[in-house]
Protein backbone atom coordinates (compact mmCIF):
# COMPACT_ATOMS: atom_id res chain seq x y z
CA UNK A 1 0.00 0.00 0.00
CA UNK A 2 1.30 3.14 -1.34
CA UNK A 3 0.77 6.83 -0.10
CA UNK A 4 0.54 9.43 -2.54
CA UNK A 5 3.21 12.25 -1.63
CA UNK A 6 1.90 15.60 -0.09
CA UNK A 7 1.86 18.86 -1.40
CA UNK A 8 4.40 21.39 -0.28
CA UNK A 9 1.24 23.12 1.70
CA UNK A 10 -0.20 19.91 2.76
CA UNK A 11 2.54 18.19 4.61
CA UNK A 12 3.44 21.87 6.36
CA UNK A 13 -0.29 21.68 7.79
CA UNK A 14 0.34 19.38 10.38
CA UNK A 15 3.12 21.71 12.48
CA UNK A 16 0.61 24.50 12.38
CA UNK A 17 -2.50 22.36 13.52
CA UNK A 18 -4.26 23.07 16.47
CA UNK A 19 -2.78 24.96 19.53
CA UNK A 20 0.66 24.97 18.22
CA UNK A 21 -0.61 26.86 15.10
CA UNK A 22 -1.19 30.20 16.69
CA UNK A 23 2.18 30.08 19.23
CA UNK A 24 4.49 28.89 16.25
CA UNK A 25 3.24 32.12 14.23
CA UNK A 26 3.69 34.21 16.90
CA UNK A 27 7.09 32.85 17.51
CA UNK A 28 7.83 33.28 14.21
CA UNK A 29 6.65 36.90 13.95
CA UNK A 30 8.60 37.78 16.62
CA UNK A 31 12.13 36.29 14.87
CA UNK A 32 11.08 38.53 11.68
CA UNK A 33 10.50 41.45 13.85
CA UNK A 34 13.55 41.02 15.64
CA UNK A 35 15.35 40.51 12.23
CA UNK A 36 13.95 44.00 11.06
CA UNK A 37 15.14 45.81 14.39
CA UNK A 38 18.67 44.50 13.82
CA UNK A 39 18.51 45.32 9.98
CA UNK A 40 17.78 49.05 11.04
CA UNK A 41 20.15 48.83 13.56
CA UNK A 42 22.72 48.23 11.12
CA UNK A 43 21.16 50.27 8.16
CA UNK A 44 20.04 53.82 9.83
CA UNK A 45 23.33 55.24 11.17
CA UNK A 46 24.13 56.17 7.08
CA UNK A 47 20.33 57.67 6.83
CA UNK A 48 22.29 61.23 6.57
CA UNK A 49 24.79 60.04 4.44
CA UNK A 50 26.04 62.64 1.02
CA UNK A 51 24.31 61.80 -1.76
CA UNK A 52 26.62 60.98 -4.53
CA UNK A 53 26.54 61.05 -8.35
CA UNK A 54 24.43 58.74 -8.71
CA UNK A 55 21.96 59.77 -6.38
CA UNK A 56 22.00 63.64 -7.50
CA UNK A 57 21.22 61.73 -10.97
CA UNK A 58 18.13 60.05 -9.81
CA UNK A 59 16.59 63.24 -7.25
CA UNK A 60 17.78 66.16 -10.34
CA UNK A 61 15.44 63.74 -13.07
CA UNK A 62 12.88 62.46 -10.43
CA UNK A 63 12.24 66.37 -9.45
CA UNK A 64 10.81 67.06 -12.80
CA UNK A 65 7.35 66.62 -13.88
CA UNK A 66 6.04 63.02 -14.56
CA UNK A 67 5.29 63.83 -18.37
CA UNK A 68 9.23 64.51 -18.84
CA UNK A 69 10.51 61.73 -17.27
CA UNK A 70 10.77 59.41 -20.48
CA UNK A 71 12.24 62.40 -22.17
CA UNK A 72 14.86 62.59 -19.73
CA UNK A 73 15.63 59.23 -19.12
CA UNK A 74 16.66 58.72 -22.67
CA UNK A 75 19.76 60.86 -21.76
CA UNK A 76 19.97 58.53 -18.87
CA UNK A 77 19.72 55.10 -19.69
CA UNK A 78 17.55 53.60 -16.75
CA UNK A 79 13.72 52.57 -17.15
CA UNK A 80 11.04 54.83 -15.24
CA UNK A 81 9.64 52.96 -12.60
CA UNK A 82 11.64 54.21 -9.48
CA UNK A 83 12.04 57.30 -10.50
CA UNK A 84 7.93 57.65 -10.80
CA UNK A 85 7.88 55.97 -7.24
CA UNK A 86 10.92 58.91 -6.18
CA UNK A 87 8.83 61.72 -7.96
CA UNK A 88 5.93 61.39 -5.49
CA UNK A 89 8.08 60.75 -2.83
CA UNK A 90 9.79 64.04 -3.35
CA UNK A 91 6.68 65.54 -3.29
CA UNK A 92 5.35 64.15 -0.46
CA UNK A 93 8.40 63.56 1.96
CA UNK A 94 11.37 65.74 0.68
CA UNK A 95 14.33 65.82 -0.90
CA UNK A 96 16.95 65.89 2.15
CA UNK A 97 19.20 62.59 2.53
CA UNK A 98 17.38 61.87 4.83
CA UNK A 99 14.30 62.19 3.42
CA UNK A 100 15.07 60.15 0.38
CA UNK A 101 17.17 57.72 2.01
CA UNK A 102 13.78 56.81 3.93
CA UNK A 103 12.33 54.97 0.71
CA UNK A 104 14.65 52.42 -0.24
CA UNK A 105 15.34 51.74 3.35
CA UNK A 106 11.91 50.79 3.78
CA UNK A 107 11.67 48.79 0.92
CA UNK A 108 15.50 46.76 2.16
CA UNK A 109 13.66 46.56 5.48
CA UNK A 110 10.43 45.03 3.70
CA UNK A 111 12.45 42.70 1.96
CA UNK A 112 12.83 40.46 5.38
CA UNK A 113 9.54 39.60 6.10
CA UNK A 114 9.25 39.31 2.41
CA UNK A 115 12.04 36.82 2.49
CA UNK A 116 10.29 35.05 5.41
CA UNK A 117 7.21 34.74 3.45
CA UNK A 118 8.93 33.65 0.21
CA UNK A 119 11.22 30.47 1.66
CA UNK A 120 8.02 29.73 3.50
CA UNK A 121 6.10 29.10 0.81
CA UNK A 122 9.24 27.58 -1.14
CA UNK A 123 9.89 25.34 1.46
CA UNK A 124 8.97 25.57 4.92
CA UNK A 125 9.55 28.63 7.93
CA UNK A 126 12.55 27.31 9.39
CA UNK A 127 13.92 28.41 5.88
CA UNK A 128 11.46 31.23 5.91
CA UNK A 129 13.67 32.38 8.88
CA UNK A 130 16.73 31.68 7.41
CA UNK A 131 15.99 33.88 4.74
CA UNK A 132 14.78 36.62 6.56
CA UNK A 133 18.01 36.37 8.86
CA UNK A 134 20.07 36.63 5.64
CA UNK A 135 18.27 39.38 4.29
CA UNK A 136 18.57 41.31 7.67
CA UNK A 137 22.63 40.94 7.48
CA UNK A 138 23.20 41.11 3.86
CA UNK A 139 25.81 43.97 2.97
CA UNK A 140 24.63 44.65 -0.61
CA UNK A 141 21.08 45.83 1.43
CA UNK A 142 22.77 47.47 3.99
CA UNK A 143 25.27 49.23 1.45
CA UNK A 144 22.14 50.42 -1.09
CA UNK A 145 19.25 50.97 2.08
CA UNK A 146 20.78 54.42 2.17
CA UNK A 147 21.18 55.66 -1.56
CA UNK A 148 18.87 56.99 -3.49
CA UNK A 149 18.40 54.17 -5.96
CA UNK A 150 16.67 51.27 -7.38
CA UNK A 151 18.61 48.11 -6.20
CA UNK A 152 16.63 47.28 -2.85
CA UNK A 153 13.29 47.71 -4.99
CA UNK A 154 15.26 45.03 -7.55
CA UNK A 155 15.97 42.72 -4.38
CA UNK A 156 12.27 43.39 -3.48
CA UNK A 157 10.79 42.84 -6.85
CA UNK A 158 12.75 39.53 -7.44
CA UNK A 159 11.89 38.10 -4.26
CA UNK A 160 8.13 38.23 -5.19
CA UNK A 161 8.43 37.18 -8.69
CA UNK A 162 10.20 34.07 -8.67
CA UNK A 163 8.20 33.29 -5.35
CA UNK A 164 4.85 33.58 -7.46
CA UNK A 165 6.50 31.85 -10.86
CA UNK A 166 7.42 28.86 -8.91
CA UNK A 167 4.20 28.54 -7.24
CA UNK A 168 2.46 28.94 -10.55
CA UNK A 169 4.33 25.95 -12.13
CA UNK A 170 4.77 23.91 -8.94
CA UNK A 171 0.70 24.34 -7.91
CA UNK A 172 -0.54 25.18 -12.16
CA UNK A 173 -1.95 28.22 -10.61
CA UNK A 174 -3.24 30.80 -12.62
CA UNK A 175 -3.30 33.74 -10.51
CA UNK A 176 0.33 33.11 -9.10
CA UNK A 177 1.34 33.53 -12.86
CA UNK A 178 -0.15 36.47 -13.43
CA UNK A 179 1.53 37.53 -10.53
CA UNK A 180 4.40 36.73 -11.09
CA UNK A 181 3.98 38.26 -14.44
CA UNK A 182 3.13 41.80 -12.67
CA UNK A 183 6.32 41.48 -10.57
CA UNK A 184 8.56 40.51 -13.71
CA UNK A 185 7.03 43.54 -15.53
CA UNK A 186 7.63 45.78 -12.77
CA UNK A 187 11.52 44.24 -12.68
CA UNK A 188 12.16 45.12 -15.67
CA UNK A 189 10.82 48.88 -15.62
CA UNK A 190 12.99 48.97 -12.58
CA UNK A 191 16.50 47.85 -14.09
CA UNK A 192 17.69 46.35 -17.18
CA UNK A 193 19.37 43.64 -15.62
CA UNK A 194 15.54 42.44 -15.02
CA UNK A 195 15.85 40.56 -18.80
CA UNK A 196 18.81 38.41 -17.89
CA UNK A 197 16.51 37.25 -14.25
CA UNK A 198 13.25 36.94 -16.18
CA UNK A 199 15.01 34.93 -19.14
CA UNK A 200 16.66 32.75 -16.61
CA UNK A 201 12.97 32.60 -14.52
CA UNK A 202 12.05 31.66 -18.03
CA UNK A 203 14.45 29.08 -18.92
CA UNK A 204 14.85 27.10 -15.55
CA UNK A 205 10.89 26.89 -14.93
CA UNK A 206 10.69 25.15 -18.64
CA UNK A 207 13.14 23.15 -18.13
CA UNK A 208 11.86 21.83 -14.71
CA UNK A 209 8.35 21.32 -16.26
CA UNK A 210 9.65 19.86 -19.32
CA UNK A 211 11.36 17.22 -17.50
CA UNK A 212 8.59 16.21 -15.42
CA UNK A 213 6.51 15.90 -18.66
CA UNK A 214 3.91 18.82 -18.00
CA UNK A 215 3.84 20.27 -21.55
CA UNK A 216 0.52 22.11 -20.90
CA UNK A 217 2.87 23.65 -17.91
CA UNK A 218 5.66 24.27 -19.97
CA UNK A 219 3.27 26.59 -22.25
CA UNK A 220 2.43 28.18 -19.47
CA UNK A 221 5.76 29.57 -18.98
CA UNK A 222 6.56 30.44 -22.54
CA UNK A 223 3.31 32.47 -22.29
CA UNK A 224 4.37 33.94 -18.73
CA UNK A 225 7.61 34.91 -20.44
CA UNK A 226 6.09 36.32 -23.17
CA UNK A 227 3.46 38.51 -21.24
CA UNK A 228 5.95 40.29 -19.52
CA UNK A 229 7.65 40.97 -22.88
CA UNK A 230 4.51 42.42 -24.05
CA UNK A 231 4.33 44.48 -20.67
CA UNK A 232 7.17 45.97 -21.43
CA UNK A 233 6.75 46.62 -24.89
CA UNK A 234 6.10 50.24 -24.96
CA UNK A 235 9.33 50.66 -23.16
CA UNK A 236 11.32 48.66 -25.68
CA UNK A 237 11.73 52.26 -28.04
CA UNK A 238 13.60 54.03 -25.01
CA UNK A 239 15.71 51.15 -24.54
CA UNK A 240 16.70 50.70 -27.73
CA UNK A 241 17.45 54.38 -27.75
CA UNK A 242 19.58 53.96 -24.48
CA UNK A 243 21.39 51.48 -25.33
CA UNK A 244 22.13 53.03 -28.59
CA UNK A 245 23.11 56.03 -27.38
CA UNK A 246 23.28 56.23 -23.53
CA UNK A 247 24.74 52.28 -22.39
CA UNK A 248 26.89 52.53 -19.70
CA UNK A 249 30.11 54.63 -20.87
CA UNK A 250 32.44 53.91 -17.89
CA UNK A 251 31.90 50.28 -17.99
CA UNK A 252 34.80 48.09 -19.19
CA UNK A 253 34.48 44.37 -20.54
CA UNK A 254 34.54 42.07 -17.18
CA UNK A 255 37.46 39.31 -16.68
CA UNK A 256 36.93 36.28 -15.70
CA UNK A 257 37.50 36.71 -12.58
CA UNK A 258 35.06 39.20 -11.89
CA UNK A 259 32.48 36.43 -12.60
CA UNK A 260 33.59 35.02 -9.06
CA UNK A 261 34.21 38.32 -7.10
CA UNK A 262 31.46 40.44 -8.08
CA UNK A 263 28.61 37.90 -7.13
CA UNK A 264 30.46 37.57 -3.82
CA UNK A 265 30.59 40.77 -3.22
CA UNK A 266 27.08 40.83 -3.30
CA UNK A 267 26.44 38.19 -0.97
CA UNK A 268 28.89 39.06 1.66
CA UNK A 269 30.04 42.09 0.94
CA UNK A 270 34.00 42.42 1.92
CA UNK A 271 33.50 39.30 3.62
CA UNK A 272 32.10 38.03 0.19
CA UNK A 273 35.39 35.58 -0.37
CA UNK A 274 34.12 33.74 3.30
CA UNK A 275 30.32 34.10 3.04
CA UNK A 276 30.07 32.66 -0.86
CA UNK A 277 32.06 29.85 -0.28
CA UNK A 278 30.46 28.85 3.18
CA UNK A 279 26.89 29.25 1.87
CA UNK A 280 27.98 27.01 -1.20
CA UNK A 281 29.79 24.18 0.53
CA UNK A 282 27.22 24.09 3.15
CA UNK A 283 24.44 23.64 0.79
CA UNK A 284 26.59 21.24 -1.07
CA UNK A 285 27.17 19.08 2.33
CA UNK A 286 23.64 19.22 3.33
CA UNK A 287 22.16 18.58 -0.66
CA UNK A 288 22.15 14.21 0.05
CA UNK A 289 20.12 14.59 2.96
CA UNK A 290 17.25 17.36 1.51
CA UNK A 291 13.74 15.91 0.30
CA UNK A 292 13.23 15.40 -3.68
CA UNK A 293 10.96 18.73 -3.53
CA UNK A 294 13.49 20.47 -1.69
CA UNK A 295 16.46 19.85 -3.68
CA UNK A 296 14.65 20.51 -6.69
CA UNK A 297 13.63 24.13 -5.05
CA UNK A 298 16.53 24.91 -3.86
CA UNK A 299 18.61 23.61 -7.14
CA UNK A 300 16.22 26.10 -9.42
CA UNK A 301 16.52 29.29 -7.11
CA UNK A 302 20.40 28.93 -7.24
CA UNK A 303 20.22 27.86 -11.37
CA UNK A 304 17.80 31.08 -11.65
CA UNK A 305 20.83 33.02 -10.28
CA UNK A 306 23.78 31.71 -12.46
CA UNK A 307 21.96 31.89 -15.40
CA UNK A 308 21.25 35.76 -15.22
CA UNK A 309 24.81 36.25 -14.00
CA UNK A 310 26.40 34.03 -16.91
CA UNK A 311 23.68 35.94 -19.26
CA UNK A 312 24.66 39.29 -17.71
CA UNK A 313 28.23 38.79 -18.15
CA UNK A 314 27.83 37.53 -21.91
CA UNK A 315 26.46 40.56 -22.26
CA UNK A 316 28.67 42.72 -20.99
CA UNK A 317 31.42 40.90 -23.03
CA UNK A 318 29.10 42.47 -26.08
CA UNK A 319 28.48 45.62 -25.24
CA UNK A 320 30.33 46.97 -21.48
CA UNK A 321 27.59 46.59 -19.04
CA UNK A 322 28.97 44.82 -15.68
CA UNK A 323 29.57 46.56 -12.29
CA UNK A 324 28.62 44.63 -8.57
CA UNK A 325 25.45 46.93 -7.79
CA UNK A 326 23.47 45.53 -11.54
CA UNK A 327 24.01 42.13 -9.44
CA UNK A 328 20.94 42.92 -7.03
CA UNK A 329 18.91 40.86 -9.93
CA UNK A 330 20.53 37.73 -8.49
CA UNK A 331 20.62 38.53 -4.25
CA UNK A 332 17.39 37.11 -3.87
CA UNK A 333 17.36 33.89 -5.84
CA UNK A 334 20.91 33.16 -4.00
CA UNK A 335 19.70 33.51 -0.71
CA UNK A 336 16.34 32.03 -1.00
CA UNK A 337 18.35 28.48 -2.09
CA UNK A 338 20.90 28.85 0.46
CA UNK A 339 17.62 29.24 3.14
CA UNK A 340 16.32 26.42 1.73
CA UNK A 341 19.43 24.10 1.75
CA UNK A 342 20.81 24.69 4.71
CA UNK A 343 17.69 25.17 7.07
CA UNK A 344 17.23 21.66 6.65
CA UNK A 345 19.98 20.31 8.85
CA UNK A 346 21.79 20.88 12.27
CA UNK A 347 25.34 21.06 10.19
CA UNK A 348 23.32 23.73 7.71
CA UNK A 349 21.88 25.91 10.41
CA UNK A 350 25.05 25.97 12.36
CA UNK A 351 26.57 27.95 8.71
CA UNK A 352 23.69 30.10 8.61
CA UNK A 353 24.23 31.10 12.47
CA UNK A 354 27.68 31.73 11.65
CA UNK A 355 27.04 33.92 8.56
CA UNK A 356 25.12 36.23 9.45
CA UNK A 357 25.93 36.86 12.89
CA UNK A 358 29.32 37.05 11.18
CA UNK A 359 28.12 39.80 8.50
CA UNK A 360 26.04 41.49 11.24
CA UNK A 361 29.23 41.68 13.65
CA UNK A 362 30.95 42.63 11.18
CA UNK A 363 29.26 45.65 10.50
CA UNK A 364 28.16 46.79 13.93
CA UNK A 365 32.51 46.66 14.50
CA UNK A 366 32.77 48.84 11.19
CA UNK A 367 30.58 51.14 12.14
CA UNK A 368 31.58 51.49 15.72
CA UNK A 369 34.78 52.41 14.77
CA UNK A 370 36.11 56.19 14.55
CA UNK A 371 35.30 57.46 10.59
CA UNK A 372 35.61 61.20 10.66
CA UNK A 373 34.42 61.52 6.96
CA UNK A 374 31.70 58.79 7.45
CA UNK A 375 28.70 61.70 5.65
CA UNK A 376 30.87 61.63 3.06
CA UNK A 377 32.40 57.67 2.73
CA UNK A 378 30.46 57.90 -0.68
CA UNK A 379 30.48 61.41 -2.43
CA UNK A 380 31.93 64.28 -0.67
CA UNK A 381 30.25 67.34 -3.48
CA UNK A 382 28.33 68.44 -0.41
CA UNK A 383 31.29 69.26 1.76
CA UNK A 384 33.22 71.15 -1.59
CA UNK A 385 29.84 73.00 -2.40
CA UNK A 386 28.91 73.71 1.42
CA UNK A 387 32.39 75.48 1.63
CA UNK A 388 32.22 77.64 -1.49
CA UNK A 389 29.16 78.66 -1.39
CA UNK A 390 29.53 81.25 0.53
CA UNK A 391 31.96 82.84 -1.85
CA UNK A 392 28.92 82.91 -5.20
CA UNK A 393 26.58 84.86 -6.10
CA UNK A 394 23.99 84.95 -8.83
CA UNK A 395 25.39 84.68 -11.96
CA UNK A 396 29.07 82.99 -11.21
CA UNK A 397 29.73 79.97 -13.04
CA UNK A 398 30.72 76.46 -12.01
CA UNK A 399 32.63 74.12 -14.43
CA UNK A 400 32.17 70.46 -13.03
CA UNK A 401 35.28 68.94 -15.07
CA UNK A 402 33.36 65.17 -14.45
CA UNK A 403 30.41 65.73 -16.60
CA UNK A 404 28.51 63.08 -14.18
CA UNK A 405 29.09 65.11 -10.93
CA UNK A 406 26.60 67.75 -12.29
CA UNK A 407 23.96 67.25 -11.48
CA UNK A 408 24.61 66.15 -7.55
CA UNK A 409 26.96 69.60 -7.56
CA UNK A 410 23.95 71.14 -8.77
CA UNK A 411 21.70 69.88 -6.26
CA UNK A 412 23.79 70.96 -3.77
CA UNK A 413 24.73 74.36 -5.25
CA UNK A 414 22.25 77.34 -6.09
CA UNK A 415 20.12 77.46 -9.19
CA UNK A 416 21.21 81.07 -10.20
CA UNK A 417 24.81 79.91 -11.45
CA UNK A 418 25.96 79.52 -14.47
CA UNK A 419 26.50 75.29 -15.31
CA UNK A 420 29.15 74.12 -17.28
CA UNK A 421 30.88 70.77 -18.46
CA UNK A 422 33.59 70.46 -20.69
CA UNK A 423 30.80 69.93 -23.60
CA UNK A 424 29.71 73.75 -22.83
CA UNK A 425 26.94 75.53 -20.74
CA UNK A 426 24.23 73.44 -19.53
CA UNK A 427 20.18 74.56 -20.12
CA UNK A 428 19.22 72.08 -16.79
CA UNK A 429 22.29 70.85 -14.82
CA UNK A 430 19.51 68.40 -12.81
CA UNK A 431 20.23 65.89 -15.71
CA UNK A 432 23.55 64.47 -16.74
CA UNK A 433 22.98 63.78 -20.41
CA UNK A 434 24.83 60.65 -21.07
CA UNK A 435 23.98 60.51 -25.03
CA UNK A 436 27.35 59.88 -26.85
CA UNK A 437 29.41 61.09 -23.67
CA UNK A 438 32.48 59.83 -24.77
CA UNK A 439 32.30 61.33 -28.36
CA UNK A 440 31.03 64.59 -27.22
CA UNK A 441 34.37 64.82 -24.80
CA UNK A 442 36.38 63.68 -27.38
CA UNK A 443 35.68 66.49 -29.94
CA UNK A 444 35.16 69.19 -26.81
CA UNK A 445 38.41 72.00 -26.54
CA UNK A 446 37.74 74.57 -23.36
CA UNK A 447 38.26 77.37 -25.77
CA UNK A 448 35.14 76.74 -27.42
CA UNK A 449 32.94 75.01 -24.40
CA UNK A 450 34.28 77.38 -21.89
CA UNK A 451 36.23 80.45 -23.40
CA UNK A 452 33.00 82.53 -24.37
CA UNK A 453 30.74 81.91 -20.71
CA UNK A 454 34.45 82.73 -18.90
CA UNK A 455 34.65 86.45 -21.81
CA UNK A 456 30.85 87.20 -21.38
CA UNK A 457 31.35 87.21 -17.42
CA UNK A 458 31.90 90.39 -15.63
CA UNK A 459 35.06 91.03 -13.60
CA UNK A 460 34.90 90.80 -10.07
CA UNK A 461 33.08 87.57 -10.85
CA UNK A 462 34.24 83.84 -9.10
CA UNK A 463 35.00 80.44 -11.54
CA UNK A 464 34.22 77.37 -9.41
CA UNK A 465 36.25 74.62 -10.69
CA UNK A 466 34.94 71.19 -9.71
CA UNK A 467 37.28 68.46 -10.42
CA UNK A 468 37.94 64.85 -9.47
CA UNK A 469 40.72 63.93 -6.85
CA UNK A 470 41.85 60.85 -8.07
CA UNK A 471 41.75 59.61 -11.93
CA UNK A 472 38.90 58.13 -13.42
CA UNK A 473 38.09 54.59 -15.09
CA UNK A 474 39.50 51.81 -15.86
CA UNK A 475 43.28 52.83 -16.94
CA UNK A 476 43.45 52.80 -21.52
CA UNK A 477 39.80 52.33 -21.58
CA UNK A 478 37.91 55.14 -23.85
CA UNK A 479 36.18 56.50 -21.15
CA UNK A 480 39.11 57.08 -18.73
CA UNK A 481 40.98 58.69 -21.46
CA UNK A 482 37.75 60.80 -22.42
CA UNK A 483 37.58 62.44 -18.97
CA UNK A 484 40.76 62.53 -17.69
CA UNK A 485 42.17 64.09 -20.95
CA UNK A 486 39.04 66.89 -20.29
CA UNK A 487 39.78 67.30 -16.73
CA UNK A 488 43.52 67.61 -17.88
CA UNK A 489 42.59 70.75 -20.70
CA UNK A 490 39.73 72.05 -18.52
CA UNK A 491 41.94 72.42 -15.61
CA UNK A 492 45.01 74.07 -17.36
CA UNK A 493 42.98 76.12 -19.36
CA UNK A 494 41.48 77.95 -16.35
CA UNK A 495 44.69 78.01 -13.75
CA UNK A 496 46.59 79.57 -17.40
CA UNK A 497 43.89 82.13 -18.12
CA UNK A 498 45.34 85.68 -17.05
CA UNK A 499 42.08 87.15 -15.75
CA UNK A 500 41.52 84.16 -13.86
CA UNK A 501 43.18 84.46 -10.21
CA UNK A 502 43.04 81.87 -7.28
CA UNK A 503 40.44 82.91 -3.81
CA UNK A 504 40.73 79.56 -2.35
CA UNK A 505 40.90 75.48 -2.99
CA UNK A 506 38.32 73.41 -0.75
CA UNK A 507 39.43 69.69 0.09
CA UNK A 508 36.91 69.48 2.65
CA UNK A 509 35.71 65.34 3.20
CA UNK A 510 38.59 64.32 1.37
CA UNK A 511 40.21 62.28 4.53
CA UNK A 512 39.23 59.11 4.32
CA UNK A 513 39.34 59.16 0.56
CA UNK A 514 35.58 58.78 0.13
CA UNK A 515 34.35 56.47 -3.10
CA UNK A 516 33.79 59.57 -5.45
CA UNK A 517 36.35 62.12 -4.26
CA UNK A 518 36.34 65.96 -5.55
CA UNK A 519 37.92 68.83 -4.88
CA UNK A 520 37.47 72.49 -5.82
CA UNK A 521 39.41 75.65 -7.00
CA UNK A 522 37.59 79.49 -7.02
CA UNK A 523 38.86 81.81 -8.88
CA UNK A 524 37.95 85.15 -9.39
CA UNK A 525 38.10 87.46 -12.73
CA UNK A 526 39.90 90.26 -12.13
CA UNK A 527 39.68 91.89 -15.92
CA UNK A 528 39.23 91.09 -19.49
CA UNK A 529 39.20 87.50 -20.71
CA UNK A 530 41.68 87.88 -23.87
CA UNK A 531 40.76 85.49 -26.84
CA UNK A 532 42.12 82.18 -26.57
CA UNK A 533 43.15 79.62 -30.03
Not at 147 to 154: G, S
Not at 366 to 371: A, M, V
Not at 446 to 466: D, F, H, N, Q, Y
Not at 485 to 512: M, Y
Request: with cysteine.
Amino acid sequence: MTTAPATTGEWLLPRFAGYRRPRVLQADRALVAAFVALAAVLRVPNLGRAYWIDEGISIGIASHPLTQLPRLLRQDGSPPLFYVLLHFWLETVGRSEVATHLLPLMVSLLTIPAGYWAATELFDRRAGLAAAGLLATNPFLNWYSTETRMYTLVVLLVLIGVTFAWRAQRDRNAADAAKAVIAYAALMYTHDWGIYLVGATALVLFLVTWRRGDRTASLWVAGGGLAVAVLWLPWLPSFLFQAGHTAAPWAVRPGIGDIFADPASVLGGTLGFLVAPALAIGSYLCWSKLAPGTRQTAGAMAWMALAATVAGYIGALIEPSWTARYLAVIVAPYLLAAAGALSTTLRGRVVLASVGSGLALWSIVGSLLPNPNGRYAKDNMAAIAGAARPYLASGDMVVVDQTEQLAVARHYLPGDLQYLTPSGPVADPTVVDWRNLVQRLQQATPCEAIGPTLRSLAIGSSVLEILPARKLGASGSAWSKAVTGQVLAVDGFLSRDPSLRIVALFRQGLHPQPYAPVEGVLYQKTARTPPCT
